[in-house]
C-alpha cells in the first residue's frame, strides 16, 4: 500500500483504529522519519474523536519510553523503544504483564524476543525519490488470515 500524503496517513490510521479492539498489539517498524508516531497520532485522535474526547497531543515517545491516553473505556499505551539496546531494558518495562485489556502500540520492537503470538506488524519505509511511504502488514495469530489489501 502507498501513503502519498498525510491524508492517505489519516485515512488509513483510521481503518485500522477500526479493527483494533483491546488486548491488540500493533508493532510499528521503519526509519526515522517514516510515518510511525504521525500514524499513532492519528490513530488516537481518530479513537478520541469517535468517543467524543477532546484530541490529545500525541508526541514520540522516544525519551519516556511510553505514553498512555485514556480513550472511553480502552487505555492506548504508546512505546518507542529506539533507545533500549537489549532485551533486558525492554523486559524491565513489564509491557507484556501489563493487563491485556489495553491496546499496545510499539515502535522500534526488533529487540522484543519472543513477540507475542497475536500481533499486527506495520512496516513504513520512505521513498524519496517519489515522495511516498510504502505500508507492508503483516498478522500473526489472530491476525494471520486477515486480508488487509481490502483496507
Avoid at 525519551?63 to 533486558?88: A, E
Avoid at 520492537?109 to 512496516?123: A, G, S
Avoid at 503483516?138 to 491476525?143: D, E, H, L
Wanted: proline share 3%; glycine share 6%.
Amino acid at each position: 500500500m502507498q501513503l502519498k500524503s498525510l491524508e492517505d496517513t489519516k485515512n488509513f490510521s483510521k481503518k485500522i483504529s477500526k479493527i483494533i479492539k483491546s488486548g491488540d498489539i500493533i508493532f510499528l517498524y521503519g526509519e526515522i522519519g517514516t510515518g510511525k508516531t504521525t500514524f499513532v497520532r492519528f490513530f488516537i485522535n481518530n479513537l478520541e474523536k469517535k468517543n467524543k474526547i477532546k484530541n490529545s497531543d500525541v508526541l514520540s515517545p522516544t525519551f519516556n519510553i511510553v505514553y498512555d491516553y485514556n480513550v472511553g473505556d480502552t487505555k492506548i499505551l504508546h512505546y518507542d523503544l529506539f533507545r533500549l539496546k537489549n532485551y533486558n531494558d525492554i523486559s524491565q518495562l513489564g509491557m507484556f504483564e501489563t493487563l491485556n485489556n489495553h491496546i499496545k502500540i510499539i515502535e522500534w520492537p526488533e529487540l522484543i524476543k519472543p513477540k507475542p503470538k497475536d500481533r499486527m506488524d506495520i512496516q513504513f519505509k520512505y521513498s524519496k525519490s517519489i515522495n511516498i511511504r510504502e505500508v507492508t502488514i503483516v498478522g500473526f495469530g489472530k491476525w494471520k488470515n486477515y486480508k488487509f489489501d481490502e483496507i
